[in-house]
């Protein structure tokens, strides 16, 4: 327990000492310091598991005084973090935000005083399979992030040299930010998960609004206001399933519902109103695309290993009660999840067609993969698991590189349009070939993502909706496009190119390095991740409920993966076959025969010289942004209404 | 090793084989009946069957020359995977590695247009890219419609021997996929990111900037693909009897000159004819007849 423990308080105590050092020298040393650590403790409680398998923590026996002191503590924050919201809500005029917060935290405190105080919470921290999984991309992918963010906000404050350095405060928020993950990861005791996600959605707050511009104002209000929504969901969840069912444990709450569906029907459906509205799906996706007028790193810990995976991480970890029986068959909190998610998935990758900012489009992207994360939650079933945890893994590596690639570039093209990238290749070589590799490796077989949404989809057979099937499949299709249009982009070699990447900072190097690596690693050895963890935990989940053959039968044979691991291996080795033949005559490229031999220009009328430039499709026609997100929005709410009534009809029947 | 592993062994190696060395024999000279039939259409007398062999060594002899060093690399990428996905296919693996297989093929074609960074080869590029969105819903369709009615499963092997022939329960699915097929042989009226003939808005789209060596590698790629295209169609009829396996054969030829014949008779369209039809297609065609069969086998619906 005492590593559960200090991988939540080690970040803290960084966070702290990082508040409080005001050196370059020293913040970069205890940085560095600090994500070697985390890092470190995450892999040896990976190696612990290992050998002594799944723990749950009993605090009643010897740490009742702790746990109580915890909890006592946990409110006071809270209560002082409410009254924060309250007044920043008021000095903005964004009252909305304070009216969130006076409701759901004295409804949480009055519950803890009233019903919560009886309930007697077993086992308040715990890990499993799952809590190892997320505390590796945490531990590792979470800190690369950090130290990226020394290199970066080293040019962020150059480049904003009238503002105050602000960056002891923002290492603070990097920090702090992972210590709560690690607090969701390894609670049982809802109150507490409650607490840590509330954590997250602060420090998201502050970082999104870090700048203090307008805009960073109003976006940063905007997440605050959606999150809150589902923290009030969390509340209302904590109170229900309290009252109703006698139990405040995550693992009771899913044990409660293989059994007595319709008692914790309700609990369910909040949860899952929760997950979403963190995982950004929408109608509530505007929160983590307006996230971007954040320093990037700030973007790339949203969006791959921190704050969105803990709202799929909720539903996750809820799917096994998903699962249909014969006294209900159909679940109202996994169609909530199968459905929002699925139409999430649609809209949002066809939005992303029409988008040349690389940063949107990478959200978008974003916001569709935990679509089909939470749709695959969503169906209840361990092929579903399979494949979401999958797409966590692979999600979390691959899209912090793109992030942090479009960072640089940013830094150094200055641009972040697609538009802008061309050439890239010439003038950018080594972070070019990074960002193709992270780019191949979202959609193109055999790299990883591409396995898991295959996954989803043999998976998204069994969940008895089609319409589900028919959504992902119009929506992979729509990836393949917008994906591909960038890669082009990447690799058109433009003529008469300067190499500007000497002056990347190391430390930036060091982080977008080490996440290729990653990248190719979880490539090929994904099988042995699989078997090792995400099959180990599906099989505990399941074990009671679910013919062990049937689990199998769920999952990629074991021959395809190999399949696909030769395939990998054929990739990385192809270019050396090709190694050295280069040696063959250039020609200029076909200008109608006007073309001036230098590859950027042609003779144009008046015997005028012209540049041509080349521009990529964005289909406003068909996928304008403002229309796919309308189209989404109005589904998906029509969607969450059509739920929620039905489980309110439900409890008012029983309560007469 | 037991008699049984190495009847299981060869069942598998030798369709690959089959398929590596007489594919492209096949496929060159489904080619050649294709210009000799079209050549006919149009009162033409036409080239001899054996031309695109013929074409394809003259390229061989061609001065080896290109516009920069690395399209030759993503032509012959695009061919190995090619290659690679007709094994996946003719090994009798999951019908869903196949299709993903085959568009990450596509993609390296797609990236050696990219490449030259030439006007006209990027507009070929990125219709290509529009076309492959147009017709991969209904290949996905097909593909978990056969698994549906296939005993639920992917794999090929299983697909092909038992159980009734996929057509019958799937008329509509297989009319959708003929539709896209058009698409995928890249024919008239959807021939929008390359072109047989030159179009002076596209010139040869997709291939302009490819000559010589890489041009044959890329001929042949084709040649490849259109075989195991082609044994996609067969996977609607074939279950197991030889009866069935002449008739997929005939229908297989059937559907390739009915491509041709398309291609005769009409002129190019525009692309968001392609997007549009396509994928009204495979939300007419395709998904009614997925939905069909899904509610048959696993009940629910109204």
């Known amino acids: ?656 | 090793m037991t008699v049984m592993e190495f009847e299981s062994i060869l069942k598998i190696a030798v369709p690959v084989a089959a398929y590596i060395l007489f594919a492209p024999l096949l496929g060159g000279l489904l080619a050649g009946i294709d210009r000799k039939i079209t050549a006919r259409m149009q009162g033409r007398f036409g080239p001899p069957v054996l031309q695109p062999f013929y074409d394809v060594l003259k390229l061989l002899e061609k001065e080896a020359i290109t516009v920069n060093s690395s399209q030759d690399f993503f032509v012959g990428c695009s061919l190995l995977f090619m290659i690679v996905t007709g094994c996946l296919f003719f090994a009798g693996l999951s019908l869903l590695l196949f299709i993903f297989a085959l568009t990450t093929a596509s993609m390296f074609l797609v990236a050696a247009a990219y490449s030259s960074n030439s006007p006209y080869a990027q507009i070929g590029a990125e219709r290509e890219l529009l076309q492959m969105m147009a017709y991969e819903p209904m290949v996905l369709i097909a593909a978990i419609s056969l698994y549906i009615v296939k005993d639920m499963t992917f794999n090929i092997g299983d697909m092909v021997s038992s159980g009734v022939p996929a057509v019958i329960l799937l008329p509509g699915v297989f009319l959708g996929f003929l539709y896209i097929l058009t698409i995928k042989f890249r024919k008239s009226p959807f021939d929008l990111s390359m072109s047989h003939h030159a179009h002076q808005e596209l010139v040869k789209g997709l291939t302009t900037e490819f000559s010589g060596k890489t041009l044959a590698m890329l001929e042949v790629a084709h040649w490849y693909e259109n075989v195991f295209l082609l044994g996609f169609v067969f996977l609607f009829f074939a279950n197991g009897t030889l009866a069935m396996a002449v008739v997929g054969v005939v229908v297989c030829l059937l559907a390739y000159f009915l491509e041709v014949f398309i291609d005769n008779v009409n002129a190019r369209m525009k692309w968001q004819f392609a997007l549009n039809s396509a994928w009204i297609v495979a939300l007419t065609f395709g998904a009614a007849n997925m939905l069909i069969v899904y509610y048959r086998l696993f009940g629910g619906g109204v």
């Open chain 1, 1 to 656: 327990m005492s590593i559960v423990f200090s991988l939540i308080l080690l970040p803290v105590v960084v966070a702290v000492a990082l508040l409080l050092i005001r050196g370059d020298q020293a913040r970069g040393v205890l940085v560095v310091a600090g994500s070697i650590l985390i890092g470190a403790l995450s892999i040896y409680l990976t190696v612990r598991f290992f050998i002594s398998g799944s723990a749950n923590f009993n605090l009643n026996e010897n740490y009742e005084a702790l746990a109580e002191f915890v909890g006592y503590a946990m409110m006071a924050i809270e209560i002082v973090l409410a009254v924060v919201i309250f007044a920043l809500g008021i000095k903005y005029k964004k009252y909305l935000a304070s009216l969130l917060a006076v409701l759901q935290t004295p409804l949480m405190v009055w519950f803890e005083f009233s019903a919560g105080k009886d309930i007697e919470v077993e086992h308040a921290l715990y890990y499993d399979q799952l809590s190892i999984i997320m505390a590796l991309i945490i531990g590792i992918i979470g800190t690369l992030i950090c130290v990226y963010a020394l290199g970066y906000m080293k040019d962020f404050q150059h480049h904003h040299p009238d503002e105050p350095d602000r960056r002891p405060w923002f290492f603070f928020l990097l920090f702090l930010f992972l210590a709560a993950m690690y607090g969701i990861v390894f609670s049982n005791n809802l109150v507490w998960l409650y607490f840590f996600w509330e954590i997250t959605t602060l420090c998201s707050f502050f970082l999104i609004g870090f700048t203090k511009t307008k805009e960073a104002v109003n976006n940063s209000f905007r997440a605050l206001i959606m999150n809150l929504f589902g923290g009030l969901g969390f509340v209302l969840a904590i109170i229900l399933l309290g009252r109703d069912s006698g139990t405040l444990e995550l693992s009771g709450l899913v044990q409660i519902a293989a059994v007595y569906t319709s008692q914790v029907a309700a609990p369910l459906v909040l949860l899952v109103f929760a997950g979403i509205t963190k995982a950004a799906q929408m109608p509530f996706n505007s929160w983590l695309l307006g996230a971007m007028v954040a320093p990037t790193p700030t973007s790339a810990l949203l969006h791959s290993s921190t704050m969105v995976k803990a709202g799929v991480f909720l539903i996750l970890k809820l799917s096994p009660a998903f699962l249909p029986t014969s006294s209900a068959p159909v679940s109202a909190a996994g169609t909530l999840a199968m459905m929002v998610g699925a139409i999430t998935f649609l809209m949002a990758s066809c939005a992303a067609i029409s988008q040349s900012n690389a940063k949107r489009v990478l959200a978008y992207s974003t916001v569709a993969n935990l679509g089909l994360i939470v749709t695959c939650a969503g169906t209840g079933m361990p092929g579903g698991i399979w494949a979401a945890t999958m797409l966590i893994i692979f999600h979390a590596v691959t899209k912090s590189l793109l992030f942090l690639c479009v960072g640089t570039a940013e830094h150094n093209i200055g641009s972040r349009d697609i538009e802008d990238m061309d050439g890239l290749f010439g003038r950018m070589p080594r972070l070019a070939l990074f960002m193709v590799i992270g780019i191949a490796a979202m959609f193109l077989a055999p790299f990883g993502m591409l396995v898991s949404k295959w996954a989803a989809l043999e998976s998204l057979i069994y969940s008895s909706n089609p319409l589900i099937l028919l959504m992902v499949v119009f929506g992979s299709s729509v990836t393949v496009f917008y994906w591909g249009k960038w890669l082009g982009k990447m690799l058109a070699i433009v003529a008469k190119r300067d190499n500007i990447q000497q002056s990347v900072h190391k430390e930036e190097w060091a982080s977008l390095g080490s996440l290729v690596a990653l990248v190719i690693a979880a490539c090929i050895t994904f099988p042995a991740f699989s078997q090792k963890l995400v099959v180990p935990f599906i099989v505990s989940v399941y074990g009671g409920m679910v013919p062990l053959e049937s689990i199998q039968f769920f999952l990629l044979g074991t021959e395809n993966l190999y399949i696909m691991m030769i395939m990998v291996a054929v990739i990385i080795l192809l270019p050396l076959l090709f190694l050295g033949k280069g040696r063959k005559k250039l020609a200029p490229i076909y200008l109608a025969g006007a073309g001036l031999d230098d590859n950027l220009k042609f003779m144009g009328s008046m015997q005028k010289e012209t540049e041509f430039s080349l521009r990529n499709w964005y289909m406003e026609g068909y996928f304008a942004e403002k229309r796919m997100n309308l189209i989404g929005i109005i589904a998906t709410v029509l969607v969450i209404v059509y739920v929620f009534a039905s489980v309110l009809a439900v409890a008012l029947r029983g309560g007469v």
